[in-house]
């Protein structure tokens, strides 16, 4: 059984091993969110994420349209 980490790659052969590796990846599965309840926590951090760059963003109240770096920013 091949099981890959985050810093590398393992080739399981001990039986008792495999079972440790499938009896966690079991639990996992059991607790991971699939389908419409997936999409849906995954729109409320984009949401959320979203809300708090706009909330951190500068202002650009009396800034010209297109004095973004460049001069090339939109323009209304």
């Keep these: 059984m091949q099981v890959e980490t985050v810093s590398a790659e393992l080739n399981l052969a001990q039986p008792q091993e495999i079972e440790t590796?499938?009896?966690?990846?079991?639990?996992?599965?059991?607790?991971?969110?699939?389908g419409s309840s997936a999409r849906s926590i995954i729109a409320g951090?984009?949401?959320?994420?979203?809300?708090?760059?706009?909330?951190?963003r500068p202002s650009r109240e009396?800034?010209?349209?297109?004095?973004?770096?460049?001069?090339?920013g939109p323009r209304d």
Excluded: C, I, Q, W
Excluded at 21 to 33: M, P
Excluded at 47 to 54: C, D, K, N, P, R
Excluded at 62 to 72: K, R
């Design 21 to 34: 590796y499938d009896a966690t990846f079991k639990r996992f599965a059991a607790l991971a969110s699939y």
């Design 45 to 56: 951090v984009m949401s959320t994420l979203s809300a708090e760059l706009e909330a951190a």
């Design 62 to 72: 009396g800034v010209p349209n297109d004095a973004s770096p460049g001069g090339t």
